[in-house]
């Protein structure tokens, strides 16, 4: 149930931590294989394409990617967070067969234009998570 919930997120909170021990939290599109995990630099407008999420990863892998779902019927809230280690993987033959995944899950959004990267590519280590109902 948590992998099926994670994959089928449209966006997720993915947390990093830099140099000087700040967490620092963005919300991401990605997409999952198996488990692996990763999100891109894409096409939104941006001040710089140079993340600070691309630098703390550089600095310290370990990453964290909250997905969640919040309504008014508190019955029905759930949250997963899948932990893992974090590379960045920059542009070229290994890149594109990374955002194939993520072209795809985003294609309405990315058209034929897949992303650009760089990458983060998560290899998830641990998932956890709770859900007001019997089943996580």
Not at 7 to 33: I, S, W
Not at 46 to 74: C, G, I, M, Y
Not at 102 to 116: N, T
Request: with cysteine.
């Amino acid at each position: 149930m948590m992998r099926r919930r994670v994959a089928q997120a449209r966006v997720g909170r993915l947390a990093t931590v830099g140099v000087h021990n700040r967490p620092h939290l963005v919300p991401v599109c990605f997409a999952t294989t198996g488990d692996r995990l990763v999100t891109a630099v894409d096409n939104k407008p941006k001040t710089t394409t140079l993340l600070k999420r691309l630098h703390n990863v550089q600095a310290n892998p370990a990453v964290s990617l909250l997905v969640d779902h919040f309504e008014e019927d508190w019955a029905l809230l759930w949250w997963v967070r899948v932990d893992g280690r974090a590379r960045v993987v920059e542009p070229g033959a290994e890149l594109d067969t990374l955002l194939e995944p993520l072209h795809e899950k985003y294609r309405e959004h990315y058209g034929l234009r897949a992303p650009r990267g760089p990458a983060i590519v998560v290899d998830l280590q641990r998932w956890v998570g709770w859900s007001a109902s019997a089943s996580t």
